[in-house]
């Protein structure tokens, strides 16, 4: 082999070497916002939306669908699914993780996310409204055991 192709060998060798390293290195997190704000801020209206989406309501007067009637509200709808999908990750992000049974909520809310993405994709408001169940439950359950009062 030549020096030159040794050389070469060598240095992507060295190059690839570098790149595993850079992977493998931890990223520092620069967190914004505590898990109670990521919950208020982010969380919240997103699951509000969702909700505020879903179901029917049911008067002396009669009653109305809450489905969105157009592609915008749909939208809307899609984009606060994925905020949901997201913000389970970032519920997982060290500095945030409370545990084995916090992970799995976190992942079930990004489960639960991409539900509520689908159903308002398929503009499906039964799906969006099982879905919008879903994420409910996900968060009755995660408060139930790490809420903690003296945030409020």
């Not at 408001?125 to 139930?144: K, S």
């Amino acid at each position: 082999m030549s020096l030159r192709v040794t050389c070469c060998v060598l240095g992507l060798l060295a190059s690839a070497c570098q790149r595993d390293a850079e992977v493998t290195a931890k990223p520092a997190y620069d967190l914004a916002m505590n898990s109670h704000q990521l919950m208020e801020w982010v969380l919240e209206p997103a699951a509000d939306i969702v909700w505020d989406s879903a179901g029917t309501i049911i008067t002396a007067e009669g009653h109305r669908e809450l489905a969105p009637g157009t592609d915008a509200g749909w939208d809307k709808v899609v984009r606060a699914g994925a905020v949901l999908r997201e913000a389970g990750n970032l519920l997982m992000l060290p500095g945030r993780a409370a545990g084995a049974d916090w992970l799995e909520y976190s992942q079930a809310l990004s489960g639960a996310g991409r539900r509520v993405m689908a159903a308002a994709n398929a503009q499906d408001p039964d799906a969006l409204f099982d879905a919008g169940g879903h994420v409910y439950q996900i968060c009755r359950a995660c408060h139930d055991q790490y809420w903690v009062r003296d945030e409020d």
